[in-house]
C-alpha cells in the first residue's frame, strides 16, 4: 500500500487549502481513511476520519473548519481545510489500516506527510 499526499503549503490565517492522498496497492473503497497532524515538538493527532462507508468524524478542534471526503474512483481522500488558525500549522499525514489475513490484527500505513503552515 502506498499513500502519496499533497497540498500542503503556506497559507494566511483565515485561508483555505486542500490536501489530497492518493492510495495504490490496496481496493481503496473497502478501507477506512483518516488524516493525522504532527505539530513541531507535539505529538501526532487524529484529525479526521471516514469509513468506507463515507462516515465521518472530526477532532472537536477542526470541527466546522475542516471537511474529510473521499472519491473512490480515483483512489483518494481530500481534507478541506477553511478558514485556518496558526495552531493549524502541522505536518500531515494521511493513514490507513489493513487486516492482516484473518489474524484479527491491522497493518498501518502513512503517507510521507505535507506540511501545512499558517501564518498570523
Known amino acids: 500500500v502506498q499513500l502519496q499526499a499533497s497540498g500542503g503549503g503556506l497559507v494566511q490565517a483565515g485561508g483555505s487549502l486542500r490536501l489530497s492522498c492518493a492510495a495504490s496497492?490496496?481496493?481503496?473503497?473497502?478501507?477506512?481513511m483518516a488524516w493525522y497532524r504532527q505539530a513541531p515538538g507535539e505529538q501526532r493527532e487524529l484529525v479526521a476520519s471516514i469509513t468506507r462507508g463515507s462516515s465521518t468524524t472530526h477532532t472537536d478542534s477542526v470541527k466546522g473548519r475542516f471537511a474529510i471526503s473521499r472519491d473512490n474512483g480515483k483512489n483518494t481522500v481530500y481534507l478541506q481545510m477553511n478558514n485556518l488558525k496558526p495552531e493549524d500549522t502541522a505536518v500531515f499525514y494521511c493513514?490507513?489500516?489493513?487486516?492482516?489475513?484473518?489474524?484479527?490484527?491491522?497493518?498501518?500505513?502513512w503517507g510521507q506527510g505535507t506540511l501545512v503552515t499558517v501564518s498570523s
Open positions: 493513514n490507513t489500516k489493513q487486516p492482516i489475513g484473518s489474524s484479527g490484527l491491522f497493518q498501518t500505513y
Open positions: 496497492g490496496t481496493f481503496f473503497s473497502m478501507n477506512d
